[in-house]
């Protein structure tokens, strides 16, 4: 048993090592000598790569995260409880398209302020949970260190959409940034089970956010090569 779980901590090791993920094209444009939001020398269909590729890595390690909180933190009985009690995401109440069809009908300009009011609303809660995993007795470095790099890409993935923004629309757009009080309080400690458990809520409901972006920002590309064939 012993060895199996040796084991078994090594190919989390193996597949979380950050080194696997440095390879991500920086979206900050720190070498152009003009605005580090606006990216001038770079084009709007390389931006747009460069954003969905962002978006691509930090929905990967977002699931690699719940697992691995799930493995180690949540009792089986309450994986199940927990999937079948439906609870409410932090950023429920903004107003993003859910079904397929809504999606397809939404503009462009309006699939980019959905992909920024998602990043936004979620870089603040992620630091929250980077600081109550830092309270946990047995995390272990891989954990803490994945939600460092997720909080840290989140805000670089804000900045290239930001410039697509300026880049495909010529315009500033005004988002109102969403949290939920709630999950941010932390002046009354919660017992010790049902501060876990809202751990792994907000992770995997950032989970299912981080699909949203990816998606949403796939179908910006491909409305840009195939406008009508896009499903």
């Known amino acids: 048993v012993y060895a199996a779980s040796v084991l078994q901590w090594g190919v989390w090791a ?12 920086p979206l900050d444009c720190r070498d152009d000598p003009g605005s580090l939001t606006r990216c001038p020398s770079i084009s709007q269909e390389k931006l747009l790569d460069r954003v969905i590729h962002h978006a691509e890595l930090i ?12 493995e180690l933190f949540i009792p089986f009985p309450l994986r199940l409880q927990s999937n079948q009690a439906g609870y409410a995401c932090i950023t429920k109440a903004l107003p993003i398209p859910s079904s397929k069809s809504e999606i397809q009908e939404i503009s462009d300009k309006w699939l980019l302020q959905s992909v920024l ?36 890409k989140l805000i670089s993935l804000e900045q290239g959409v930001v410039a697509l923004i300026k880049k495909m629309l010529d315009e500033e757009l005004l988002t109102t940034v969403y949290s939920e009080p709630s999950v941010l309080q932390n002046d009354v400690q ?12 907000l992770l995997s409901c950032f989970k299912k956010d981080a699909h ?20």
């Open 190 to 201: 919660p017992e010790v089970l049902e501060s876990v458990m809202k751990d792994y809520t």
């Open 117 to 152: 009011m998602l990043v936004q609303s979620w870089i603040e809660p992620l630091v929250y949970l980077q600081m109550t995993l830092d309270n946990y007795d047995h995390a272990p470095d891989m954990l803490l260190n994945k939600t460092k790099w997720v909080s840290e």
């Open 212 to 231: 949203k972006m990816e998606t949403f920002l796939k179908l910006l590309k491909c409305r840009q090569t195939d406008k009508y064939n896009c499903a």
């Open 14 to 25: 193996l597949f979380l090592c950050p080194c696997h993920l440095t390879v991500s094209t």
């Open 59 to 70: 929905y990967r390690v977002s699931e690699e995260l719940c697992s691995l909180f799930e």
